[in-house]
């Protein structure tokens, strides 16, 4: 049985909503939208603190886990945040 090596980083959603963007029309807000982080935290609740941090607003939730070559690949030293 194959033993699956622990995440070392995760991509992390920052859902940004409509209301801190522009407004279309009279009452209807714009659709929220998307921007995805590339984090090096093991713990994935810190990986979207950090990357909250970095967008200033909205509601955050984690894609998938890194692997530690995918976070070699992307150049990230532990604890870094960087837009995906």
């Known amino acids: 049985m194959t ?3 622990p995440p070392a ?3 992390v959603q ?3 909503p ?3 963007r522009e407004w279309i029309g009279a009452t209807l807000p714009d659709a929220p939208s998307l921007k995805y982080f590339n ?3 093991v713990v994935a609740r810190m990986a979207i603190e950090a990357a909250r941090q970095l967008a ?3 509601k955050g939730s984690v894609v ?3 692997s530690s070559a ?3 690949a992307l150049g990230l030293q532990p604890g870094d945040v960087k837009p995906a």
Do not use: P, T
Request: charged share 20%.
């Open 56 to 58: 200033a607003v909205g």
């Open 9 to 11: 980083g995760w991509v």
């Open 18 to 20: 409509a209301e801190a």
């Open 39 to 41: 984090a090096a935290f």
């Open 3 to 5: 033993e699956k090596a």
């Open 70 to 72: 995918e976070i070699a």
């Open 64 to 66: 998938r886990a890194l």
């Open 14 to 16: 920052i859902v940004i």
